[in-house]
């Protein structure tokens, strides 16, 4: 019922690492872009990363670029978030997101092009 499920996320200490993952359920997105995305408490929603069907090209906010990597499955129905070196601010609820509207890497970065999303995993990153 719920396309796109997170998980992966919890309480990791500066410098630490965790792997998201987004598994899809009752659908298959093999040609859709993913792309993940965080939202901390007061905060609007901002793009983390990004990957096209094929993993052709890749998207990363400045924030992360460096730090965290993004992959995908079309097998497996599943993509991934790497992030490693954790800063305190990386801290938030982190949502995976698809959708066949996502024309380019420069558009990726934008929730409006998405049109199904998970429930958000959160992360929490102690100093």
């Known amino acids: 019922q719920v396309p796109l499920v997170e998980s992966g996320g919890g309480l990791v200490q500066a410098g630490g690492s965790l792997r998201l993952s987004c598994a899809a359920s009752?659908?298959?997105?093999?040609?859709?872009?993913m792309g993940w995305f965080r939202q901390a408490p007061g905060k609007e929603r901002e793009s983390v990363a990004a990957?096209?069907?094929?993993?052709?090209?890749?998207y990363y906010a400045d924030s992360v670029k460096g730090r965290f990597t993004i992959s995908r499955d079309n097998t497996a129905n599943t993509m991934w978030l790497q992030m490693n070196s954790l800063k305190p601010e990386d801290t938030a609820v982190y949502y995976c997101a698809t959708g066949p509207r996502v024309p380019a890497a420069t558009m990726a970065r934008s929730p409006n092009m998405y049109d199904y999303w998970g429930q958000g995993t959160q992360v929490t990153v102690s100093s």
């Open positions: 009752g659908r298959t997105f093999s040609i859709y872009v």
């Open positions: 990957i096209n069907w094929n993993g052709g090209w890749t």
